[in-house]
């Protein structure tokens, strides 16, 4: 989710006459919806508002919509806790003041975005945890058969036993035996 959205513009503060870079960074901004935001800058303290789409009304800056249409800033600065001046910074411009010169090379933005809550987590590990389940469910509980067919052979009767078993071939051929070595030694006892 969308929380906040803001400018984050590289500003360059300079030496008027001779060009010489004293101090730049790209300063975040938090200045939309007629937000008044501040930052420091070579010994300066500038205030920002800022115009989306910059109009003059009776002579006062306002904005005509909220769309980036015509960028500009209005900067106050300040030394000292003085009021230096106050002008406009268009996008990509320069201001001039105090024998400095600031100017905005780039204005690119910034985004914060809250996680409120992942709705498919708990559905992701409860599928994970139930075919673990069935995995073990599964080599635990193995399925094991054992087929049984009468048949008269030469006037006797006879019995024909298949088993088969899904996983484990020597232990489904064990359980086999023991169940027929207890069903022969039955036989001896009483006739089955």
């Given at each position: 989710?969308l929380k906040?959205?803001?400018?984050a ?10 060009g ?5 960074a790209y300063v ?5 919806k007629e937000r ?11 205030l ?5 789409d910059?109009?003059?009304v ?5 904005t005509?919509?909220?769309?980036f249409?015509?960028?500009t800033f209005?900067?106050?600065i ?10 406009l ?8 003041f ?6 905005m090379?780039?204005?690119?933005f910034w ?6 809550k992942?709705?498919g ?5 409860t599928g ?23 048949c ?5 009767r ?12 020597t232990?489904a ?5 023991k ?5 022969l ?5 009483k006739?089955?």
């Open positions: 989710m906040n959205l803001g400018m513009p590289l500003l360059v503060l300079s030496d008027a006459a001779s010489k870079e004293i101090d730049g975040r901004l938090d200045c939309l008044i935001d501040h930052f420091d800058m070579g010994g300066y303290h500038f920002v508002k800022f115009y989306p910059f109009t003059r009776d002579g006062k800056p306002a005509r919509t909220l769309e249409i015509n960028p209005l900067i106050q300040e030394k000292d806790k003085k009021l230096i001046g106050e002008m910074l268009p996008k990509g411009g320069a201001i001039d105090d024998g400095k010169r600031l100017a090379r780039q204005m690119p985004v914060r975005f809250v996680v409120m992942e709705h987590i708990p559905i992701l590990y994970f945890f139930i075919a673990s389940l069935a995995v073990v469910w599964r080599f635990i509980w193995y399925r094991r058969e054992i087929v049984g067919k009468v008269d052979e030469g006037g006797e006879t019995l024909v036993v298949a088993a088969r078993s899904e996983f484990y071939k232990l051929e064990d359980e086999f035996t169940l027929f070595t207890k069903l030694a039955q036989r001896g006892s006739s089955i």
